[in-house]
Structures are given as structure tokens and as C-alpha cells.
């Protein structure tokens, strides 16, 4: 059974740059779930994916946005980069059903300069 | 919305000594309550977890109490060891949201 891969680990971009980030859930799970950590904080939660479709969104404005594929894959991207983007995004996959247990992989980790 | 705070922010204690880490969270509907456990340049790491029909929950020198009358929860670490050492965050969320709300984290420091 494989974990949660994300990628890139590191990301540097400036201020009004996108981004995209990717995340490959744990096999045998159907949703992926997007948060935001920044430095010494608790993960704040973005998004939510299952079947394709946004199933649930945080306070995140529309510039953020994501994308899940068949293979229940997912992408976070991120326009006009501003400097409080600067985090560890993390991606959580999970199945339907199973009451809520979600499973995190390693994180990106995104510099905004 | 719901908001989970926890405490202390930070905890030392010497290897072998019991840690204790608490949490309350404001909304009544939440009934799943995770504790993850975040080293440095890693993601969270599933350690426990309790659900609302159940009032303590014990895996090896991990355990997990609910109050749901007092709305609050606590991780309890029996004979600490220096590998112990990371962050610790606990979460709630209730059916039908799949958000998990985190607290604040504890720093948790076991010395030998």
C-alpha cells in the first residue's frame, strides 16, 4: 500500500506568480483534501475533492482553486501569489464513508518572495 | 464556525514521565476527534483517535479521554521517550463535513 505523495518538496516563487502543486492519494482512497499550514500553526483547511468535484471549501478566496482526476489525483493552484502564501500546503487523502479519517502526506513547502 | 483550542503550547518533561495534552472544541455536532503527530519537515501523522460514542480509547502508551458534556479531550503519553519528541495536534470535525479543524499544536520535549 502506498502513502500520500506530493510534489515539488520545495517551491520558490515571487509575488503574483501562480503555482501548482500535486498530490497522489493513498491507494484505495477517493478524496483528497487540501489544508495550509503556516510556520507554527495548526493545518487550516482549504479544500475538498471527491468524484471530481469541490465537496466543501474553507475561507480561502477563488484564486485558490484545485482539480481532481480519475485516478483521484489531485492539483491545488494558486494565482497572484501574495506573500502570506508562504506555507507548507499539505494534502490529506481519505475514503467516503470511513468516518473521517484522513491521512496526510509529507507537504510542499512554498516560499513567496 | 468551530474553533478547537488546545493546551499547553509547549510541554518538557524528562523520558519515562507521563505527558498530557488537552483540547475543547465549540461545536456540539463534531463527534471524531484525531490526534496527529508532526516532526520536523514532515507531514502529520495519524497516531489515535476517539469518536463520540466512545469515552477513552488506549493504544499501547497512547491514550485518548472524551468529555462530550465538557466538550473537551485529551491525549495522555504513558513512559516518554526522547523519540516522542515532535509537535502533537489534535482535530475534530462531525459527519457529513470532512473538514478537520486543528487546534494550535503542543511542543512536545522529552529529555533523557
Given at each position: 500500500e502506498t502513502g500520500v505523495t506530493q510534489s515539488p518538496t520545495h517551491l520558490i516563487k515571487t509575488r503574483g506568480q501562480?503555482?501548482?502543486?500535486?498530490?497522489s492519494s493513498q491507494s484505495g482512497h477517493n478524496t483528497v483534501s487540501w489544508y495550509q499550514q503556516?510556520?507554527?500553526q495548526g493545518p487550516q483547511f482549504i479544500f475538498q475533492y471527491y468524484r471530481e468535484e469541490e465537496n466543501g471549501r474553507g475561507n480561502f478566496p477563488p484564486r485558490f482553486s484545485g482539480l481532481q482526476f480519475p485516478n483521484y489525483s489531485s492539483e491545488l493552484?494558486?494565482?497572484?501569489?501574495?506573500?502570506?502564501?508562504?506555507?507548507?500546503?499539505?494534502?490529506?487523502?481519505?475514503?467516503?464513508?470511513?468516518?473521517?479519517?484522513?491521512?496526510?502526506?509529507?507537504?510542499?513547502?512554498l516560499t513567496v518572495l | 464556525g468551530e474553533n478547537v483550542e488546545q493546551h499547553p503550547s509547549t510541554l518538557s518533561v524528562q523520558e519515562g514521565d507521563s505527558a498530557v495534552i488537552k483540547c475543547t472544541y465549540s461545536d456540539s455536532a463534531s463527534n471524531y476527534f484525531p490526534w496527529y503527530k508532526q516532526e520536523l519537515?514532515?507531514?502529520?501523522?495519524?497516531?489515535?483517535?476517539?469518536?463520540?460514542?466512545?469515552?477513552?480509547?488506549k493504544d499501547q502508551r497512547i491514550?485518548?479521554?472524551?468529555?462530550?458534556?465538557?466538550?473537551?479531550?485529551?491525549?495522555?503519553?504513558?513512559?516518554?521517550?526522547?523519540?516522542?519528541?515532535?509537535?502533537?495536534?489534535?482535530a475534530a470535525s462531525a459527519t457529513g463535513f470532512q473538514k478537520l479543524v486543528f487546534g494550535t499544536g503542543t511542543r512536545l520535549l522529552v529529555s533523557p
Open positions: 501562480q503555482v501548482t502543486l500535486r498530490c503556516a510556520l507554527g493552484n494558486v494565482n497572484a501569489l501574495e506573500l502570506d502564501d508562504s506555507a507548507l500546503y499539505l494534502c490529506a487523502s481519505s475514503l467516503i464513508g470511513s468516518n473521517n479519517e484522513q491521512f496526510f502526506g509529507p507537504g510542499t513547502r | 519537515g514532515k507531514g502529520p501523522q495519524l497516531i489515535i483517535d476517539i469518536r463520540s460514542n466512545v469515552g477513552e480509547k491514550a485518548v479521554t472524551l468529555n462530550k458534556t465538557a466538550k473537551h479531550f485529551s491525549l495522555h503519553i504513558t513512559e516518554t521517550q526522547p523519540e516522542d519528541s515532535a509537535v502533537y495536534f489534535c
